[in-house]
């Protein structure tokens, strides 16, 4: 089964967005992706998540990338609407 280039990952980030924000009114987001996942990076990126450090996976020795968004950005997005489909 393919799920790339469905949009399937954006709306998932999007809706778990969503309920993170307005539902569990967290103040922020956090994720994480290996380097060579180049999808998740972008939909990162477009969501608004931030860079905030490097780091390698010791269970698996893969290199990966921290990202956060802040609950006062994040629901801002929302609920302006500006918050894109990828």
């Given at each position: 089964?393919?799920?790339?280039?469905?949009?399937?990952?954006?709306?998932?980030?999007?809706?778990?967005?969503?309920?993170?924000?307005?539902?569990?009114?967290?103040?922020?987001?956090?994720?994480?992706?290996?380097?060579?996942?180049?999808a998740s990076l972008r939909i990162l990126a477009?969501?608004g998540f931030k860079h905030i450090e490097s780091?390698?996976?010791?269970?698996?020795?893969?290199?990966?990338?921290?990202?956060?968004?802040?609950?006062?950005?994040?629901?801002?997005?929302?609920a302006s609407n500006a918050m894109p489909d990828?």
């Amino acid at each position: 089964m393919r799920i790339g280039g469905t949009g399937l990952g954006s709306e998932a980030a999007r809706e778990v967005l969503r309920y993170a924000f307005e539902t569990l009114a967290l103040e922020q987001v956090t994720a994480e992706s290996a380097v060579r996942n180049f999808a998740s990076l972008r939909i990162l990126a477009k969501r608004g998540f931030k860079h905030i450090e490097s780091l390698i996976d010791e269970s698996h020795g893969e290199r990966c990338q921290r990202f956060a968004l802040d609950g006062e950005v994040g629901s801002s997005l929302l609920a302006s609407n500006a918050m894109p489909d990828c």
